[in-house]
């Protein structure tokens, strides 16, 4: 930890939240040469658990622009392949071949949000950059002698000017509440989403014991109440664990399922029994501690509860991504006009948040920070060479518009996926007398089998079409 009294009077950048994509916009900076920014957090220490679970093609690729891939890779599971099916046996295996001839990362990497955060923050040490703790923002206001600096004041009453500040702080943000950034539901105005079977969820990373399970890869298991997914953790997990002082023996799993609401609310951090009343409703026959259902006639029981939470499914975006803070129009050369004031921009889940459907939030927030690195670097330059000109605001907006509506399309992507899995036990209709789950799981089936209907999955999931 850094001590927050360190932090320096001004900065041109200030990062707040130093969350994946936090670390991402600091790297990209970084690896562009520019030094002249703080970075800072909240909390005294980063997360140790788990939470986002996998980084796609698009994100490891944009990783690989700023030398940070590499290492990541070296420390998750490649998975080719996740099957899913009902409890009884698999209708679908969705197979990433298909995405060979597009990327050199033709895969979906399994790796824990803590490790890739250690590993990201390895890489700004090795800059010689640091995270500033704990340091809570209190208040953004326009600084008094120049209408171009934020002044950012934190708890501990230390305020830093700053000609850029970057809200990477969460889906509770600060920055954006303070900004006046809206952020609701892109199709509603609300934030949430329509009820299904996975409107509240619960995640947890768990060990087995019982029986041999070593062949259990990648799933989703259907059923008319819910969805149920199970992945087996990269043994890095328990490594970094062990480092914490927290010692595992065997195979973490992820596992995560939709809770009816007719089971009331989840309790805050589901209980060892809690969880396997929902893997012995809702998982794989495999997983089952009834030995008389288990198809292998064992008994496979929660050994170990090593974290777990819960969740209520729901969707928002912030109105934009880029704003000056309480300032002036002024016309620009070309008759459009700019704000004059502070720059504050958004990224991450400060921006934009949705259901963890398909794994797709880290992956947009992280590729939000690598390009605002970029579009920062023009825009510093460009209003070097031109300090009185408001030509160069373009930049800037172009990112802005540009992360809005890759985001959009995440959300809606998430959406669909969300209301497949979570898909209802009831009649089509009185003429159709026949269950949407089955209807469902027929098309899955078949799906499958097509070649085209394949690479169309692989393409969606990889992120390769919506960088």
């Not at 001004?10 to 920014?37: E, M, Y």
């Not at 590499?70 to 071949?97: C, F, H």
């Amino acid at each position: 930890m850094t001590d927050a009294t360190s932090i320096p009077s001004s900065t041109t950048v200030l990062i707040v939240g130093a969350g994946p994509s936090g670390l991402a916009a600091a790297l990209s900076l970084l690896h562009r040469g520019f030094k002249d920014f703080v970075i800072v957090d909240a909390v005294e220490q980063g997360e140790n658990t788990s939470r986002a679970l996998v980084i796609h093609a698009a994100t490891l690729e944009t990783l690989d622009t700023i030398d940070c891939a590499e290492e990541i890779v070296a420390n998750g599971t490649k998975s080719r392949s996740m099957d899913i099916g009902n409890r009884s046996s698999k209708l679908v295996s969705t197979d990433l071949s298909s995405l060979d001839k597009y990327t050199r990362h033709p895969y979906s990497l399994v790796i824990p949000q803590n490790i890739t955060e250690y590993i990201l923050h390895e890489k700004l040490k090795g800059y010689g950059a640091k995270v500033h703790r704990p340091c809570k923002v209190a208040s953004l206001k326009r600084n008094e002698n120049d209408a171009n600096l934020t002044d950012v004041t934190f708890e501990d009453g230390k305020t830093i000017a700053a000609k850029y500040v970057i809200g990477a702080d969460g889906a509770r943000s600060v920055v954006r509440r303070m900004a006046g950034i809206s952020f609701t539901d892109p199709k509603t105005g609300e934030e949430g989403d329509r009820v299904n079977n996975l409107t509240q969820m619960t995640l947890a990373d768990i060990v087995y014991e019982g029986g041999d399970i070593s062949g259990l890869g990648f799933s989703g298991t259907m059923s008319p109440a819910s969805f149920f997914l199970s992945m087996p953790m990269p043994k890095s997990f328990n490594e970094l664990l062990a480092k914490d002082g927290h010692k595992v023996e065997g195979q973490i799993y992820r596992i995560g399922a939709g809770v009816p609401l007719a089971d009331g609310e989840i309790p805050h951090s589901p209980s060892k029994e809690y969880l396997q009343n929902l893997v012995d409703r809702f998982g794989p026959t495999v997983l089952s501690s009834d030995a008389s259902v288990n198809p292998n006639s064992t008994s496979i029981r929660i050994k170990e509860v090593i974290w777990s939470t819960r969740f209520r499914t729901h969707s928002a975006i912030a109105d934009k991504v880029f704003t000056r803070l309480g300032g002036d129009e002024l016309q620009g050369a070309d008759n459009s006009t700019t704000k004059h004031g502070g720059i504050i921009l958004l990224v991450g889940d400060a921006a934009h948040i949705h259901a963890p459907a398909g794994g797709q939030g880290m992956n947009l927030g992280i590729r939000d920070g690598v390009f605002l690195g970029d579009a920062l670097i023009k825009h510093i330059n460009a209003t070097a060479s031109q300090p009185s000109s408001v030509d160069a605001e373009y930049i800037l907006r172009e990112f802005a518009e540009e992360r809005h509506q890759r985001a959009l399309e995440v959300i809606a992507f998430t959406k669909n996926l969300l209301s497949l899995m979570g898909t209802k036990d009831e009649k089509i209709s009185w003429l159709f007398p026949i269950s949407a789950t089955t209807v469902r799981d027929w098309v899955l089936w078949l799906g499958g089998k097509l070649g085209f209907v394949q690479a169309r999955m692989a393409w969606s999931i990889s992120g390769l079409g919506r960088r």
